[in-house]
Nanobody
Framework: QLQLVESGGGLVQDGGSLRLSCAAS????????VAWFRQAPGKEYAFVAH???????YYANAVKGRFTISRETAKNTVHLQMNSLKPEDTAVYYC??????????????WGRGTQVTVSS
């Protein structure tokens, strides 16, 4: 059974950077599309980025040019490098797998999330 654990969140100043990691266990995440979503307080899940099994990458317009998703296949891990962070990026970030596209409901396996807070 595939399990996902996020790490790397924290508090950073406006304009700073963080790298989130999504480590898989139980099964290899390399066999699945993996996505990052985020949820700000009082809001719905929002798509951030995903990487397909063929390493194609897609980004939400709000993060395009600032965030980069990548696979580290040897470690069964997917990273989200976040640069030029803004206060509006503040949210709990989740990785998800066994799905496709930009809708949270389309993904079957989720991690527990990691908090990212960007101070102004």
């Amino acid at each position: 059974q595939l399990q996902l654990v996020e790490s790397g969140g924290g508090l950073v100043q406006d304009g700073g950077s963080l790298r989130l990691s999504c480590a898989a266990s139980g099964r290899t995440s390399n066999d699945y599309n993996v996505a990052w979503f985020r949820q700000a307080p009082g809001k719905e899940y929002a798509f951030v980025a995903h990487v397909t099994t063929e390493n194609a990458k897609y980004y939400a317009n709000a993060v395009k040019g600032r965030f980069t998703i990548s696979r580290e296949t040897a470690k069964n891990t997917v990273h989200l490098q976040m640069n030029s962070l803004k206060p509006e990026d503040t949210a709990v970030y989740y990785c998800a797998a066994r799905g496709w596209g930009t809708e949270a409901n389309d993904y079957m396996t989720w991690g527990r999330g990691t908090q990212v807070t960007v101070s102004s």
